[in-house]
């Protein structure tokens, strides 16, 4: 158990459905971050927030709609996708400070499009 | 462009000894990150590494050197729960966190 926990675990998705991932983390973090993981390629960094204000966008589609409410708090919703967006999305949280300020991460929706 | 390299898979014996090596090429540094991945779980934090040289941290050690862009992790006394992905990360000079592949180790018996 991290302190950062997401729902639903899985999801499966026709490519008209409309749903959200939702992300919570319970350690007091000002950061929070959506990542995409697909089988053998590197993590890809999607959406930061930091201090609830949306500081990177790394070029992802606009089917992927972020929201962060309050710094607990993160949300991922997901229209009209395709079936490459078949992945593993996960959530991390970190406090910005000086030094390494690790990312702790949830255990990820397995998110399956057909 | 930034890249991290990092092998695809190893194998290693329960009891011995495996080092997983990084190498990067970024713009900018600011600190390496190990990550563990077990299958179906969430990636945890192993170590940090900004200054050159070792870091022990009982079983697991991680070694850098800035000015060949080189990494690695050393595992040692390795038991049956440690098979799993070992993910190398690089914090580049906007402070983003760029990401390997990720090295899944396979240990045998």
Known sequence: ETGVTQTPRHLVMGMTNKKSLKCEQHLGHNAMYWYKQSAKKPLELMFVYNFKE????????????????????????????????????????????????????????????? | GQNIDQPTEMTATEGAIVQINCTYQTSGFNGLFWYQQHAGEAPTFLSYNVLDGLEEKGRFSSFLSRSKGYSYLLLKELQMKDSASYLCAVRDSNYQLIWGAGTKLIIKP
């Open chain 1, 54 to 114: 949306q500081t990177e966008n790394n070029s992802v589609p606009s089917r992927f709609s972020p929201e962060c409410p309050n710094s607990s708090h993160l949300f991922l919703h997901l229209h009209t996708l395709q079936p490459e967006d078949s992945a593993l999305y996960l959530c991390a949280s970190s406090q910005i400070r000086d030094g390494s300020y690790e990312q702790y991460f949830g255990p990820g929706t397995r998110l399956t499009v057909t």
